[in-house]
């Protein structure tokens, strides 16, 4: 199995599309939304704690359909509409902790690297690590994280970390089964939200240059 070596400075927690529509009260919806919602808050609180980086990513489509390519024959109106900018939907969940260092991301497609400066922002930090949350596990998480394998960076998906809805009628918990049983064998290492919290919690502490000391002593 797969065991990635980790450094906090050089890694990102992408949280994948935690937007009102995906999380509550839209056929959009993951049934475990609203639960997964706090469980990905304290995952973010650690990893600013650790000096890693938090991006959010929003599906994001411009109002006039100008972006929407062939994703406007494969996806009803009404569902496109849902992550349309200025839609209360399209919105990140007021519940979803977003902190003034995090960087939001719009995204125009299911990958966060499609079509976005995403790369640029994480190479010009200097990561080559990331590990994806969000919804959905089998759509926009699968996406993201199979982008990111591919552009050399090393992934950790979190298989309780990420949630789904049933699709086409496969109930949700065999998509997320099966997303992770792929991905676990050529693009990502996939972990339990407590067994990344103990990678991170395991390295050790960013150290302040100017002072020479770790960055978070004393706290």
Known sequence: MTDFAFNPARTALINVDLQACFIEGSPLA?????ELVPRINRLAAICREAGILVVHTRGWMRPDGS???VMG???PPFIVALYTEGAEAAELHPAVDVDDRDVVVNKPRYGA???TDLEMVLRNRGVDTVIVSGIATNV???TTAREAAQRDFRVFFLSDGTATKEMAGVPADELQRATCASLSMVFAQVLTMDEMIGK???APLPVDSAAG????AGR
């Open 30 to 34: 993951s049934p475990d939304g609203l």
């Open 67 to 69: 972006n929407l390519g």
């Open 73 to 75: 024959e494969l996806v």
């Open 113 to 115: 690297f499609h079509g």
């Open 140 to 142: 926009c998480c699968d």
């Open 200 to 202: 991170i919690q395991a």
């Open 213 to 216: 000391i770790p960055a978070t």
